[in-house]
């Protein structure tokens, strides 16, 4: 990000620094919502590494938007067992690292709506399993948008296999996002409203100072 070179204010007179201890965040939220982008420039700015969801490479998700009933199970759990895999690498390393979403709305947001009855149960085995032997990030920040803020950015960005995407299925996934901030205890979820493009240097700065915040109240 271009004239942003503000490390600095982490550092500043009684602030927390981010740099001195490892810290594991997840940034969640809606389709559409920004978490790439965000994931993206905050380990860019931070030197941190992060895990980017593989929504592009799932060979089962146009399927899946297309007909759900058949191909949810197959998306669901090319999600899990992706996301799994690259959380337990990054696990491994001595470093602070970013989530692109986190491995908790696989199981308690998206196969709630992918999966139904038996296949559900069974989904939910193999999520329990893995999330008991993955450490838990230290903090999820929700970025919450406007559902035709998200239809927009999904619009703009072109991506062939969210062209089904409805806007009730986003409102669905908005409450159940909302009912799961409410009752998720294993990790605390803080939202922050996006205001503007987070590429600019005010939202960004801002962004910064919310993530410092919130890592400060919970040491």
Not at 16 to 43: C, P, Q, Y
Not at 146 to 161: M, N, Q, T
């Amino acid at each position: 990000m271009k004239g942003i070179g503000c490390t600095s204010f982490l550092r500043s007179e009684g602030s927390l620094d981010i740099m001195d201890r490892r810290f594991i965040l997840g940034i969640s939220g809606n389709i559409g919502a920004g978490k790439t982008t965000v994931v993206e420039i905050l380990a860019r700015h931070l030197g941190w590494e992060f895990y980017k969801e593989p929504a592009e490479k799932n060979p089962y998700l146009k399927p899946y938007y297309e007909d759900p009933s058949r191909w949810g199970l197959h998306s669901q759990v090319y999600f899990l067992t992706s996301r799994f895999e690259e959380e337990r690498r990054l696990s491994n390393l001595n470093k602070s690292y970013i989530l692109d979403r986190t491995i908790y709305e696989d199981g308690e947001i998206f196969a709630r709506i992918a999966l139904k009855g038996d296949e559900y149960k069974t989904y939910l085995k193999l999520y329990r399993l893995a999330i008991d032997y993955l450490p838990g990030p230290d903090l999820i920040i929700y970025l919450k948008a406007p559902i035709d803020v998200l239809i927009d950015r999904i619009k703009k960005r072109g991506r062939e296999e969210e062209s089904r995407i409805s806007y009730q299925y986003l409102s669905t996934l908005d409450s159940l996002y909302e009912n799961w901030i409410r009752t998720f205890k294993r990790v605390p979820v803080v939202i922050y409203n996006i205001e503007r493009d987070i590429n600019e240097k005010a939202e960004f700065i801002r962004l910064l100072n919310f993530i410092e915040e919130s890592l400060k109240n919970r040491l």
